[in-house]
C-alpha cells in the first residue's frame, strides 16, 4: 500500500510550504475546487502552473466540466487525473476525451454516489471518498470501503484510492480493505509533519 500526501490549499505560499515539506514523496495528491461542484475552492490549475513541479501530480478534480481543464493538465507531469461522473453531461464520453489526450482518467465516488458498473469499466483508476468531498478533517466514512469490493467485482484490475478521514486511528480499518493507495491530508499535516512521515513510513 502506498501514501499519497494530499494538498489542498487557497494560496500559493501554503501551497508551496507543503511542497516543501513533502518533498520526499514522488507523487502529491492536489485537490482543485471551484466552489460549484463543492462549497470551497482551492487555487486554480491556472494558479499551480505558476509553481514550479517537481513531483508528479495525482489531481482530483471537484469541478464542473472538468473537460474544459484539459488543455491546462497537459501541462503538468500527472499520474492520473479524477473527476466525478455528476460534474459532466455525458460521462462516457468525457473519459474518452480525456483519454485522446494520453491523460490517466478516474473516477471519484462520493459517499452518497452508488457504483455504476459501466463507468467502474471504462477506467482503472478509481477514488473511493470516505468524506464528502470539499473539507480535510472530516469524519471518516467506514461503511464507502465496501465499495471497493464492488469495483473489484466489475473490473478486477483496477487501482482503489482512498481518500478522507485516514489518520493513524483509522488506517487499520482501511487495511482491511486493501485499497492499493491512501491519501492523507490531515494525517500528515497536523502536527509534526516530519515525525508523522516517520510513523507512516513504519505503518505501512
Known amino acids: 500500500m502506498k501514501i499519497y500526501p494530499a494538498i489542498l490549499s487557497k494560496n500559493s505560499k501554503k501551497f508551496q510550504e507543503k511542497i516543501e ?4 514523496f514522488p507523487v502529491l495528491h492536489i485537490d482543485v ?3 460549484k461542484f463543492t462549497a470551497n475552492k482551492t487555487l486554480s490549475l491556472k494558479q499551480l502552473l505558476k509553481t514550479p513541479q517537481k513531483q508528479t501530480y495525482s489531481f482530483h478534480l471537484m469541478l464542473l466540466k472538468p473537460e474544459e481543464q484539459i488543455p491546462l493538465l497537459k501541462q503538468f507531469k500527472t499520474k492520473e487525473v479524477f473527476i466525478h461522473y455528476e460534474a459532466v453531461k455525458y460521462p462516457e464520453q468525457t473519459i474518452e476525451d480525456f483519454k485522446k489526450n494520453k491523460i490517466n482518467i478516474g473516477l471519484a465516488w462520493n ?4 457504483i455504476i458498473h459501466e463507468l467502474a469499466k471504462k477506467t482503472n483508476s478509481h477514488l473511493i471518498m470516505t468524506v464528502n468531498p470539499g473539507y480535510s478533517g472530516q469524519k471518516f466514512l467506514e461503511k464507502n470501503l465496501t465499495k471497493i469490493k464492488t469495483i473489484k467485482k466489475y473490473n478486477p484490475n483496477a487501482i482503489i484510492m482512498v481518500d ?3 489518520n493513524f486511528n483509522t488506517i487499520e480499518q482501511v487495511k482491511k480493505y486493501e485499497p492499493n493507495i491512501i491519501i492523507v491530508a490531515s494525517g500528515i499535516f497536523k502536527g509534526n509533519v516530519e515525525e508523522n512521515i516517520k510513523k507512516w513510513n513504519t505503518i505501512l
Open 21 to 24: 515539506l513533502t518533498k520526499k
Open 111 to 114: 459517499p452518497e454516489t452508488k
Open 164 to 166: 478522507g478521514g485516514i
Open 33 to 35: 475546487m471551484d466552489k
